[in-house]
């Protein structure tokens, strides 16, 4: 039973569509992040919600919102794409805000033309 | 802010060598610090966590050392095989998030 899962694993898509990533955790984290991995493998921070609140907001453009239904969900819609935003994009949880074992899932790896 | 950094940036070694990946972390209020094992086009697979109180820990042929006050960690990786080839990354809890090195791509040649 996947810990953390995300859909879709990938997306190809052209340059200003909208696209949605999403994410579930059943492991009853309180925390749920979001993450970019460029080509040069660094993972950088973009967001965080805790118990549904947003608690990490990193400069990001704003055409990439996140959304918390319900703390074991994270999903991540991105507006006007670009061909910068071509990445592969991380979802993890922890227990409790920036503390414990981070949980990640497989990733999504975004292609935009 | 907490800076994480992973030297080399790539390491080969032959099967069966003993090897020390290292991690070094600028702030040492750290809640704990953790080391994944990426494969390519793959997830982040958690190896070992160790909380900032312990100095270390083990998993099979692997184990992981804190030193804190010096804002080090090490990932030592025994017998080496094929299989271990990988970026490994560690990443240190502080603040309200975790903060990831830039990884060392492990190849073991056969």
């Known amino acids: 039973d996947t810990a953390v899962s995300q859909t879709p694993k990938y997306l190809v898509t052209q340059m200003g569509n909208d696209k949605s990533i999403k994410c579930e955790q059943n492991?009853?984290?309180?925390?749920m992040y979001w993450y970019k991995q460029d080509s040069k493998k660094f993972l950088k921070i973009m967001f965080s919600y805790n118990n549904k609140e947003l608690i990490i907001n990193e400069t990001v453009p704003n055409r990439f919102s996140p959304k918390s239904p319900d703390k074991a969900h994270l999903n991540l819609h991105i507006n006007s794409l670009e061909l910068g935003d071509s990445a592969v994009y991380f979802c993890a949880s922890s227990q409790r805000q920036g503390i414990g074992e981070l949980f990640f899932g497989e990733g999504s790896r975004l292609t935009v033309l | 802010k907490q800076e994480v950094t992973q030297i080399p940036a790539a390491l080969s070694v032959p099967e069966g060598e003993n090897l020390v990946l290292n991690c070094s972390f600028t702030?040492?209020?750290?809640?704990?610090l953790q080391w994944f094992r990426q494969d390519p086009g793959k997830g982040l697979t958690s190896l070992l966590l160790i909380q900032s109180s312990q100095r270390e820990q083990t998993s099979g042929r692997l184990n992981a050392s804190l030193d804190k006050s010096s804002g080090r960690s090490t990932l030592y990786i025994a017998a080496s095989q094929p299989g271990d080839s990988a970026t490994y990354l560690c990443?240190?809890?502080?603040?309200?998030?975790?903060?990831f090195g830039t990884g060392t791509s492990l190849t073991v040649i056969p």
């Open positions: 492991l009853g984290h309180d925390t």
């Open positions: 702030d040492s209020a750290i809640y704990n």
């Open positions: 990443a240190a809890s502080s603040g309200n998030q975790f903060y």
